[in-house]
């Protein structure tokens, strides 16, 4: 099995700043690409930042530079360091990661249960 596990959610004020984990577990030979999407409620989940296996590592435009995603591909967690919230980040934020579990198996994807992030005026 594999598991994606975020943490780092939570309530803070525009402005503030808030690091999300994601940290994939199990029978993993390797992480092709993972990332972060985002969902609020009547919408569809957009990406907010993935990462390719290569070091590739793809933005949404609508960020405008205040999230950083990095990768510790040791320990197979994924970060996201958002900084100068805004109430429109307010969203369940999902770790997906496409992962193979052996040599010969095609990519699968994974998502995580989500973590809520709250941005207040």
């Known amino acids: 099995q594999v598991q994606l596990v975020e943490s780092g959610g939570g309530l803070v004020q525009t402005g503030e700043s808030l690091r999300l984990s994601c940290a994939a577990s199990?029978?993993?030979?390797?992480?092709?690409?993972i990332g972060w999407y985002r969902q609020t409620p009547g919408k569809a989940r957009e990406l907010v930042a993935d990462?390719?296996?290569?070091?590739?590592?793809n933005y949404a435009d609508s960020l405008e530079g205040r999230f950083t995603l990095s990768r510790d591909i040791a320990r197979n967690m994924v970060y996201l360091q958002m900084n100068s919230l805004k109430p429109e980040d307010t969203a369940v934020y999902y770790c997906?990661?496409?992962?193979?579990?052996?040599?010969?198996?095609?990519?699968?994807?994974?998502w995580g249960q989500g973590t809520q992030v709250t941005v207040s005026t």
């Open positions: 997906k990661a496409f992962i193979r579990r052996s040599r010969d198996d095609l990519p699968r994807a994974y």
């Open positions: 990462i390719i296996n290569g070091g590739s590592t």
């Open positions: 199990g029978s993993i030979f390797s992480i092709d690409v």
